[in-house]
T-cell receptor, first 112, second 111 residues
Framework: DAGVIQSPRHEVTEMGQEVTLRCKPI?????LFWYRQTMMRGLELLIY????????DSGMPEDRFSAKMPNASFSTLKIQPSEPRDSAVYFC??????????FGPGTRLLVL | SQQGEEDPQALSIQEGENATMNCSYK?????LQWYRQNSGRGLVHLIL?????REKHSGRLRVTLDTSKKSSSLLITASRAADTASYFC???????????FGKGNQVVVIP
């Protein structure tokens, strides 16, 4: 299995631009998680899905952030408009059952 | 916050030595997990210990769980340079499907 796939791996954009991060979970996994990692705040759960349905989005920082999972093999995290404080590494993870999570390589986002 | 919290935050040891990290949490859990993160990479699951277990081994890793003290420890024996990474504990709380991660323990193994 290829593992969790994320794209792009790096993104540099200017403040105010829309950013879309993509994730392909491991086939057969029912749960998908989006995390954000910064030095200051550590690893934060933004939102997670079960069978393509958002279950808990209480970690989404504000309305500028949105996430979708149109099917079992694809999810997006969108930031519109982006701000410098959104600069972080964004991870997608998936799991078959609640427990062990498999992380993607992350998307390193820099908003100028 | 119900996050796990690792202690100490940074550890530097010589290759061949053992490394021990601790994690504490605040409320009842279903299980506790340890993950490793190499620089610039995603987290990799190392080991999961359930709330009714006290000790678990996986290769050179040994994890203990003391639910009365709400704490766990991760021991890496005979460390190698390749063990240089950040180590995170994560807790899975009763009635809560979220994993809460600690801030991580940075371990540097000097060859």
């Amino acid at each position: 299995d290829a593992g969790v796939i994320q794209s792009p791996r790096h993104e540099v954009t200017e403040m105010g631009q829309e950013v879309t991060l993509r994730c392909k979970p491991i086939s057969g996994h029912d749960y998908l998680f989006w995390y954000r990692q910064t030095m200051m705040r550590g690893l934060e759960l933004l939102i997670y899905f079960n069978n393509n349905v958002p279950i808990d989005d209480s970690g989404m920082p504000e309305d500028r952030f949105s996430a979708k999972m149109p099917n079992a093999s694809f999810s997006t995290l969108k930031i519109q408009p982006s701000e410098p404080r959104d600069s972080a590494v964004y991870f997608c993870a998936s799991s078959a059952v609640l427990g062990t999570q498999y992380f993607g390589p992350g998307t390193r986002l820099l908003v100028l | 916050s119900q996050q796990g919290e690792e202690d100490p935050q940074a550890l530097s040891i010589q290759e061949g030595e053992n490394a021990t990290m601790n994690c504490s949490y605040k409320t009842s859990i279903n299980n506790l997990q340890w993950y490793r993160q190499n620089s610039g990479r995603g987290l990799v699951h190392l080991i999961l210990i359930r709330s009714n277990e006290r000790e678990k081994h996986s290769g050179r890793l040994r994890v203990t769980l003391d639910t009365s003290k709400k704490s766990s420890s991760l021991l890496i024996t005979a460390s190698r340079a390749a063990d240089t990474a950040s180590y995170f504990c994560a807790t899975d709380y009763y009635g809560n499907n979220r994993l809460a991660f600690g801030k991580g323990n940075q371990v540097v193994v000097i060859p």
